[in-house]
Nanobody
């Protein structure tokens, strides 16, 4: 069973920062293309940041210049560093692992990020 364990969400003021973490098993991590998505109330889930098949980070326009996706291969963990947060960044953030060999996508449980003064 594939498990993605997220942490790091919370309440932050506009302009503040948060770092989200997503840990999984080594085998899943090695086989997966990792990404972060978010879903705001009443809106569709959207990709925020992801690694391409070549390992290059890519970002949604709304995240460019403010968010950074990174990975620690030794810890089997992917991170999302979020800076200069805005109220419109408020959403549930989900870690995603797309396993290429099985063509299946798995989700973490989600972590709430609230940006408010």
């Amino acid at each position: 069973q594939v498990q993605l364990v997220e942490s790091g969400g919370g309440l932050v003021q506009p302009g503040g920062s948060l770092r989200l973490s997503c840990a999984t098993s080594g085998s899943v991590f090695r086989l997966s293309r990792m990404a972060w998505y978010r879903q705001a109330p009443g809106k569709q889930r959207e990709v925020v940041a992801a690694f391409t098949s070549g390992g290059t980070p890519t970002y949604a326009d709304s995240a460019k210049g403010r968010f950074t996706i990174s990975r620690d291969n030794a810890a089997n963990t992917v991170y999302l560093q979020m800076n200069s947060l805005r109220p419109e960044d408020t959403a549930v953030y989900y870690c995603s692992a797309f396993i290429v060999t099985s063509n299946r996508n798995y989700w973490g449980q989600g972590t709430q990020v609230t940006v408010s003064s």
